[in-house]
């Protein structure tokens, strides 16, 4: 109930003391495996609460206590998700990059790999830096898209157009976009 109820602190205390009065009871795993979600949850519920700083340490408490967690690439992947919502850049690239190097060739590297790309390319504008990263993707569900950016950026493009429409008696003025 409390859990639900988002009272973090008050459900881990409860079944905390559940542990430490029955330590033989048959629900010990379960309760146990609760606890550990838990932990996670804490920072989820942060994350989507938009408290990022909280929701960084939480999950960086989680990482730490359970590295052998399967939630741990997600994890480390939302912790570079925070960092692109608060546009630090260079901040959410570095942790993606650890994600790529502790977990190579899972889909959630794979997620990271291509958001290097993504980002250097919207965000930082260094196109060679965001093809090379994109090349660098080359397994998972993203490798198709990833292989998409780097054919529209190496694509030749001509592109014209007009910001409105001119009159007659008015000299029009055209955008013109080449690559």
Request: proline residues 6%; glycine residues 2%.
């Amino acid at each position: 109930t409390y859990r639900m109820q988002r009272k973090f602190a008050d459900a881990q205390r409860v079944w905390q003391e559940f542990l430490r009065a029955h330590p033989t009871h048959k629900d010990w795993s379960a309760v146990q495996q609760q606890l550990l979600d838990l932990e996670y949850e804490v920072g989820a519920d942060r994350y989507a609460e938009k408290q990022y700083p909280e929701a960084r340490e939480a999950w960086q408490r989680f990482l730490d206590a359970h590295p052998l967690d399967p939630r741990c690439p997600e994890t480390l992947y939302a912790l570079g998700q925070i960092e692109h919502d608060r546009k630090e850049w260079q901040a959410a690239i570095d942790a993606w990059t650890r994600l790529v190097s502790k977990y190579p060739g899972t889909d959630p590297a794979s997620h990271a790999q291509f958001m290097i790309g993504f980002t250097r390319e919207r965000e930082l504008h260094r196109f060679p830096e965001a093809i090379e990263a994109y090349r660098a993707c080359t397994w998972g569900a993203y490798a198709p898209q990833a292989q998409a950016r780097i054919q529209e950026m190496e694509a030749k493009k001509l592109v014209v157009v007009t910001e409105r429409t001119f009159r007659s008696n008015e000299t029009p003025e055209l955008k013109v976009v080449t690559r």
